[in-house]
């Protein structure tokens, strides 16, 4: 066997380095690929499970108190803010302790619908 020709080693290398980037970036056109759910309410209630949101929030009247209620977000948030929200919080707020899941857009949706779907009033 012989070794790569150097064209092929820059190839390599400019390949590795693209999805170290990828994966150190998770850009939403990416994860709207390899992160795609049916947006449903019913995913939404699975997806909190999955992302943990309960750690720090309540959420149907179950959860931590650490963050604010989810159950009444829509009495003062726009659908629009949690969307922009969900999709990066410390770009909303730099020093805040929600991390940034790297969510879908479908996965925004479906927990949008699913926060809805609980909301008290
Ligand atoms: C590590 C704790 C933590 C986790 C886990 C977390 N959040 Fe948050 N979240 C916060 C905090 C804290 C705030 C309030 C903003 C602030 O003051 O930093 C917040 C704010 C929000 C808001 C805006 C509420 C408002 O009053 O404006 C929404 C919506 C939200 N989170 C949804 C979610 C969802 C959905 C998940 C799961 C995918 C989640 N959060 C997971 C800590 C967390």
Redesign the pocket.
């Known amino acids: 066997m012989s070794l790569p020709s150097s064209w092929k080693r820059y190839a390599l290398l400019l390949a590795a380095v693209v999805v170290a980037g990828l994966l150190w970036t998770r850009p939403r056109w990416l994860m709207n690929v390899v992160k795609r759910v049916e947006p449903s309410p019913e995913v939404g209630a699975r ?2 499970e999955k ?3 309960r ?3 309540t959420i149907a009247g179950r959860g931590s108190s ?3 209620n ?1 159950d009444r ?1 829509f009495a ?2 726009t659908e629009e ?2 969307r922009r ?2 999709e990066n ?1 410390k770009r909303i ?1 730099p ?5 940034n ?1 790297h ?1 879908s857009d479908s996965e925004i949706q479906a ?1 949008i619908l699913f ?1 809805k779907q609980v909301q008290t009033e």
């Open positions: 997806l909190v992302y943990g949101c750690d720090c929030h650490t963050a604010p989810l977000v003062y948030r803010e949690i929200w969900l919080p707020k020093n805040t302790a929600m991390p899941f969510l927990l926060l």
